[in-house]
């Protein structure tokens, strides 16, 4: 019998048997879609942090209040008030640390700002005026506060172009000129602290999974005393002119520091120094880490799956046995039985997987577009190797898993097959 008689009369089999089919073809799909749509997530979270580097630039360097383990956890009972505003003047001096462009300090924490009747939840930054250098972005109107309304503690503020929107975009009232009240959880002052509008921020987007649109600045001293009531620093951000300077850098923050705090030895330093690179290596390890877990994970559908066809045609030969009998004794060999039940395998397989690949790759497009409609500068990718490893494995499933029943039906007994009931 030649090779289209018998996909023939193997897709005629499957038909008769539409329920089992469906279902059988329904593990694959599952498994191969997964597969395809786990590769996708995976690439699209690494190029979601590639882009955030790509807007604040691999150059940047933070320091925080704490020493930190050599993995990187938080020690227990870190002294969060390590960092003061003299530490920043020092990592200022280009005697010290002659590679910096910028150096800014900075607080935050949540608030509520209030204009006339309109209430917005907002993440604060109180900031300095080396904050533009270090940040990438533009003003949509106005501009950011100067050095002259920083040092002088200034009741003025400015706005993400989000929290503008939603404060003064159903009125049609120009934010700049306006006077915001803004009070965070911590304050006492129950009216809130008045600042001024001096400016809003052109939209940005997501950051590290941060909406920056929704971000509000004032001057560092109005978040430490006015909003937060403190008088230390969460962070230090220093932008080095060149990525080949960053690791010089890092050694000059550490003798400035040390200096600055008294430190004698490494034991009992009190900052840590992050780098903006190290830290989306760390990011790009843990997404590869987990895609590979999820992947395995969907190996296991697709071997649950296989499980299914080995179950379906053990019983598929069986209900048959008289059929194949008579096929064998009007002449049928073993190796053409044998290769009927391995293509129902295979052909099931294969369905299942091109029918996952089309899920994978519509359900994967569709995530893109909504982390994209979310703000989030996440690409759509599915490589071709996702595909080919994908369909690779539906007809290695296919073969794995129907040899033994193709193998078991082309053995048996045309005389013992017959009598079967």
Not at 135 to 143: E, L, P
Not at 261 to 288: E, G, P, Y
Not at 358 to 382: C, H, P, R, T
């Amino acid at each position: 019998m030649t090779v289209f008689p018998v996909i023939k009369l193997v897709v005629k089999n499957l038909l008769a048997r539409k329920g089992r089919t469906f279902l059988t073809i329904l593990g694959i799909t599952i498994g191969v879609a997964g597969v395809i749509i786990i590769i996708s997530l995976g690439a699209g979270a690494q190029s979601l942090i590639l882009g955030q580097v790509t807007k604040l630039g691999s150059n940047l360097l933070y320091v925080t209040p704490g020493k930190t383990a050599d993995s990187g956890a938080p020690i227990p009972g870190l002294v969060i008030t390590s960092l003061v505003s003299s530490d920043t003047q020092a990592l200022r001096d280009k005697g010290r640390i002659p590679y910096t462009t910028a150096v800014n300090a900075s607080v935050s924490g949540t608030a509520t700002v209030t204009w006339g009747n309109k209430t917005v939840d907002a993440t604060f930054s109180g900031t300095d005026s080396e904050y533009p250098k270090v940040a990438n972005f533009t003003m949509q109107s106005g501009q950011f506060f100067s050095a002259a309304e920083d040092t002088g503690a200034a009741n003025v503020v400015v706005l993400g172009s989000d929290t503008a929107k939603q404060l003064f975009g159903d009125a049609g009232v120009n934010p700049l000129g306006q006077v915001v009240k803004v009070k965070s959880a911590v304050q006492n002052d129950a009216g809130g602290v008045p600042l001024r509008v001096i400016g809003v921020i052109a939209p940005r987007g997501s950051s590290f999974f941060q909406n920056q649109d929704e971000l509000i600045f004032m001057p560092l001293a109005i978040g430490q005393e006015q909003i937060l009531g403190i008088h230390y620093l969460q962070s230090i951000y220093i932008k080095v002119d060149d990525a080949s300077n960053v690791s010089s850098t890092i050694a000059a923050i550490t003798a400035t520091l040390k200096q600055q705090h008294h430190i004698l030895d490494d034991v009992n330093i009190d900052f840590t120094i992050r780098n903006q690179a190290d830290a989306v290596k760390i990011l790009s390890t843990i997404t590869d880490a987990l895609s590979l877990f999820l992947v395995a994970m969907a190996g296991i559908s697709l071997v649950v799956g296989g499980i299914g066809i080995l179950n379906i045609m053990v019983a598929t030969v069986a209900e048959r046995t008289r059929e194949i009998g008579l096929r064998k004794a009007v002449g049928a060999t073993k190796k053409a039985i044998r290769n009927q039940f391995l293509l129902e395998a295979v052909l099931l397989t294969s369905l299942g997987g091109l029918v996952g690949i089309i899920i994978g790759v519509l359900a994967s497009f569709l995530i893109s577009l909504l982390m994209k409609n979310l703000g989030y500068d996440w690409a759509f990718v599915v490589s071709g190797m996702s595909i080919i490893l994908s369909v690779g494995v539906s007809i290695l499933t296919g073969i794995t898993f129907g040899l033994f029943p193709a193998i078991k039906a082309a053995k048996l007994d045309p005389i013992d097959a017959l009598r079967y009931e």
